[in-house]
């Protein structure tokens, strides 16, 4: 299994070959979908819409959240198509985190020029 840094570089060069070919202003759900074929052909374990059920007080609750994708069990990732990355994306990655015991994220906004510029990587 990959080691966390080399897996967030590999998943980064994922995330520029999509950028490089579709270019900015496509549909989040068009980028996953894209994604999901680059990782595949990278040859790259994921799973999509992960289901993030939150422990309260002992019972876990379905609120509601989904992690976009998580690359090899170790590293989430969360796209965006906005026009620029706000504090609160940032908050929302964190919190995927927490809620799923895993220590590294990527916050990925494809609504950029240059896709090196979009790409956050956020540590718990």
Do not use: W
């Not at 496509?26 to 990782?39: F, K, P, T, V």
């Not at 998580?70 to 906005?82: N, Q």
């Amino acid at each position: 299994m990959l080691i966390e840094e080399e897996l967030t570089g590999r998943i980064r060069g994922a995330l520029i070959e999509v950028h490089r070919v579709l270019g900015p202003g496509l549909l989040e759900s068009a980028c996953e979908m894209c994604l999901c074929h680059e990782l595949t052909l990278m040859g790259m374990r994921f799973r999509k819409q992960v289901d993030l059920p939150v422990t309260y007080k002992g019972i876990q609750l379905d609120c509601g959240y989904r992690a976009d994708l998580i690359v090899e069990d170790k590293v989430l990732l969360e796209l965006k198509c906005v026009d620029r990355l706000l504090p609160l994306h940032s908050a929302q990655l964190l919190t995927y985190l927490k809620i799923t015991g895993l220590r590294v994220g990527l916050l990925a906004n494809f609504n950029v020029p240059k896709m090196i510029d979009g790409i956050v990587r956020v540590a718990n």
